[in-house]
């Protein structure tokens, strides 16, 4: 069995729901406290154990670079002023992780943004991380418990979570061979955004995935689906006419970042799990209710 030592991270997308801001700054740019959000997923691809790792961006969105990289004259600013803490702060990411980089000309939807990584993977499985699903794992980080399952199944696998039965038409929804309720189960097929009327059940896919490379043959003849987009998961559902696939209930709180709602749930449930913030947030929140 091959190693999952890749990870792609898609960040090519408009982001229409995070209008107006996302004019101008891309969604995984947003902060969560004082962090971009694409940096609390890079580093949970660290911490499951992958070195290399590729993010799919757009032209305008170039900041993203920036923020991997280094920037000199900034850093030289801050060793002309002492500022030592804020120096290594800054440099600590370029040191901890090599990220590479690839375009997505045009945004003909997730399917397609995950073919151009196909020269970077190769013939390996690797992991997948949407560029605005945060997760805070219970005990491993999510990407960590998706490879475990991989390691068990030798198949790709699909992250999942239980979704209210009207939020069905936001993701692409499981359906399991048979009834069981152990947390890794093998499917039978997947759908993008059904009607909840006809929806196989409320097992979304949130945002992780380990795929196999065959993944790349049928995502090159993926024609257009929901929305007019290039489904990924038209092709994952392709794939299984092929290979096994999984779905795995990931152990932990996801948030959707690319929503106002969940962007605003975890800056509060991030700053409340700071030490440095807890007490100022619990004030400000105490003082809402009363
Ligand atoms: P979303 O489904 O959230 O799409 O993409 P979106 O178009 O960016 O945002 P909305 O729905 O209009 O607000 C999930 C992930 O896939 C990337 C996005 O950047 C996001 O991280 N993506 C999506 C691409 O890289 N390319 C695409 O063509 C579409």
Do not use: W
Not at 2 to 14: S, T
């Amino acid at each position: 069995m091959k190693k999952v030592r890749k990870a792609v991270i898609p960040a090519a997308g408009f982001g229409t729901r995070f209008l107006p801001f996302t004019k101008a700054v891309p969604k995984e740019m947003l902060p969560i406290v004082d962090t971009p959000t694409i940096e609390y997923i890079v580093r949970e691809v660290m911490e499951s154990g992958i070195e290399e790792v590729l993010i799919i961006i757009n032209s305008d969105k170039e900041c993203i670079k920036t923020h991997f990289g280094h920037n000199q004259s900034f850093e030289n600013f801050l060793i002309s002023k002492n500022k030592t803490k804020e120096l290594e702060m800054i440099q600590a990411l370029p040191k901890q992780v090599k990220v590479e980089f690839t375009y997505q000309e045009e945004q003909l939807g997730l399917g397609h943004a995950v073919l151009c990584a196909e020269e970077f993977v190769q013939n390996e499985p690797f992991a997948l991380l949407l560029g605005d699903d945060l997760y805070v794992g219970k005990k491993e980080p999510a990407t960590k418990q998706m490879i475990q399952a991989y390691e068990r199944t030798n198949s790709s696998i699909l992250g999942t979570l239980e979704v209210p039965l009207e939020d069905v038409c936001k993701y692409g929804i499981c359906s399991p061979i048979k009834e069981t309720s152990n947390d890794l189960v093998e499917l039978k097929s997947v759908v993008e955004k059904p009607n909840p009327q006809n929806a196989p059940s409320n097992l979304a896919i949130g945002g992780r995935y380990i795929l196999t490379p065959t993944i790349f043959e049928f995502l090159k003849t993926q024609t257009r689906g929901a929305g007019g987009e290039i489904q990924l998961t038209d092709s994952i559902l392709r794939m299984m006419s092929k290979e096994k696939v999984y779905a795995l209930a990931i152990d932990g709180k996801r948030y959707d970042i690319g929503s106002k709602k969940g962007f605003l749930e975890a800056t509060i449930d991030f700053s409340l799990a700071r030490e440095d913030l807890s007490k100022d947030i619990k004030e400000i929140l105490k003082k809402q209710m009363l």
